[in-house]
């Protein structure tokens, strides 16, 4: 089969490389999309830890073409969107219920061979089954809306709740559509593209804010800002500096920042902590997501979360190793990969 396979640091190729065959337990899966993640970008730059030489991708779903012996629950031609994270049960982490902790924790498209290929190999206990309805591209999208959930479920969002959202990216996207389903009355999206903005505005965002325009603190939580003295909670999807500093200096007195971007491993920022103990913010960070792929993709096929228009285009796995290697196009939300 032909697959995308990182063999080291800034070396992508497409190899063709054995099909898999699924063991116990196992499906095997015909991928039909896989989405393009920013994380995707850090394994080829080195920024995140991985195994190579593994196949990339992390974000697919697809058609059951084989099961191994002892699968229950799946059949042949069932479609299913896979969650690659893959915790061990048996650490401390795991056995108090922090899977995304879990010590041992390994990913699919990370640690072992992910959804870049003709074929994936995904354990039946990472499998969720999706509509045979569903247009096939949308089953990508159920782990980066699964990450998001764990964002929002530790916001704790309130019906009448502000949020701002820093990042106009994929996970941007998804956070505001959360935010509103959760009860949020005032959601707003912080980014420097107008075409990002208008989308936030039309999938969910009641405000947008161009921080190129004025500074965003002074705009938004001003005296005369959109969200006076600031917000309920601060959502960071960007993954950059800049917006790091500035998320905690967007939230009210006694308000919450949750990070859901990702940085470079071994990236600093400056913080200032009287600030943060004199307001008394709660600063959390969120990890992939723990126990919600299925209320993922139940969202996504039942149309709660709209996810059509986030596509920006399509892609070969040939096209892919361009799309990889470099940043996104201006306006791009998600790529997705279709291997056959």
């Known amino acids: 089969m032909k697959a995308l396979r990182l063999e080291s640091t800034g070396h992508l190729f497409v190899r063709e490389v054995e ?4 063991g116990p337990g196992d499906l095997l899966v015909r991928v039909e999309a896989c989405g393009v993640c920013g994380t995707d970008r850090h394994l080829f730059h080195g920024e995140f830890p991985c195994t190579p030489p593994v196949i990339t991708g992390h974000e697919f779903a697809g058609i059951v073409e084989a099961v191994g012996s002892g699968v229950s629950g799946f059949v042949v031609g069932d479609r299913i969107t896979g969650d ?6 048996r650490c401390p982490q795991c056995q108090s219920g922090k899977v995304n902790l879990c010590r041992n924790l390994s990913a699919i498209g990370v640690h072992r ?33 699964a990450c998001c959930l764990h964002g929002v479920d530790m916001a704790e969002i309130k019906p009448g709740s502000s949020v701002v ?20 009355t005032r959601v707003v ?52 500096a800049e917006t790091m500093r500035q998320a905690p200096k967007l939230a009210k007195a006694g308000g919450t920042v949750v990070i859901l971007g990702v940085m470079a491993a071994g990236e600093t920022i400056e913080i200032e902590p009287f600030d943060i103990l004199f307001r008394e913010l709660k600063i959390i960070g969120s990890f992939v997501n ?15 979360v709209r996810v059509d228009r986030l596509i920006s285009r399509t892609v070969s796995l040939d096209e892919a190793v361009d799309v990889i290697a470099n940043p996104p196009r201006k ?3 998600r790529v997705l990969v279709v291997p056959n």
């Open 19 to 22: 099909k898999p065959v699924p």
């Open 84 to 89: 690659p994270n893959i915790s061990c049960g």
């Open 113 to 145: 061979d992910g959804g870049f290929a003709e074929y994936v190999i995904v354990p039946q206990q990472q499998a969720q089954r999706l509509p045979a309805s569903l247009p096939p591209t949308h089953g990508a999208f159920c782990e980066p809306l």
């Open 165 to 184: 959202i820093l990042g106009g990216g994929v996970i941007g996207m998804l956070t505001v559509q959360l935010c509103r389903v959760a009860g949020a």
């Open 189 to 240: 999206m912080v980014t420097r593209q107008s075409e990002k903005r208008a989308l936030a505005e039309e999938i969910g965002a009641t405000h947008s804010f161009d921080p190129t325009t004025g500074d965003a603190i002074a705009g938004i939580a001003g005296a005369d800002g959109l969200l006076p003295g600031g917000a309920d909670v601060v959502i960071e999807c960007a993954g950059v």
């Open 290 to 304: 723990p126990f919600t792929h299925r209320r993922a993709a139940d969202l996504i096929a039942t149309g709660a």
């Open 331 to 333: 306006g791009e939300i």
